[in-house]
């Protein structure tokens, strides 16, 4: 089961780190990604990085401020969060999807996803 963990409340300008991690299957194969959902507001593509070269992608919402990375030897998808802005409030989940090339931020391409994790980013 997947399941998000280092959501919270943060000023302006401030920093947090989500990880995501799977207890029961591996993500060996898998390529991961970030979304995020706001009230009133469809599921975005936040970053994602393929299995098969580990090259990554991000929104241009958050280019330069995230960064997306994976820990092979204990399973688990990170992002780091840093200058963030109340634009960046919302409910933060992880993705698993098996597919090879180059990873995706459409939603549709993945499988598995997780419960997600508030971020509430003050101004």
């Known amino acids: 089961q997947v399941a998000e963990s280092g959501g919270g409340m943060v000023q302006a300008g401030g920093s947090l780190g989500l990880s995501c991690t799977d207890s029961e299957v591996s993500f060996t194969g898998y390529t991961l990604a970030w979304f995020r959902q706001a009230p009133g507001k469809e599921r975005e593509g936040v970053s994602c990085v393929a299995w098969s070269d580990g090259l990554t992608d991000y929104s241009d919402d958050v280019r330069g401020r995230f960064t997306i990375s994976r820990d092979y030897t204990k399973n688990t998808l990170n992002l780091r969060m840093n200058s963030l802005k109340p634009d960046d409030t919302a409910t933060y989940y992880c993705?698993?999807?098996?597919?090879?090339?180059?990873?995706?931020?459409?939603?549709?391409?993945?499988?598995?996803w997780g419960q997600g994790t508030q971020v509430t980013v003050s101004s």
């Open positions: 993705a698993a999807g098996y597919f090879g090339g180059a990873c995706s931020l459409h939603a549709a391409m993945y499988d598995y």
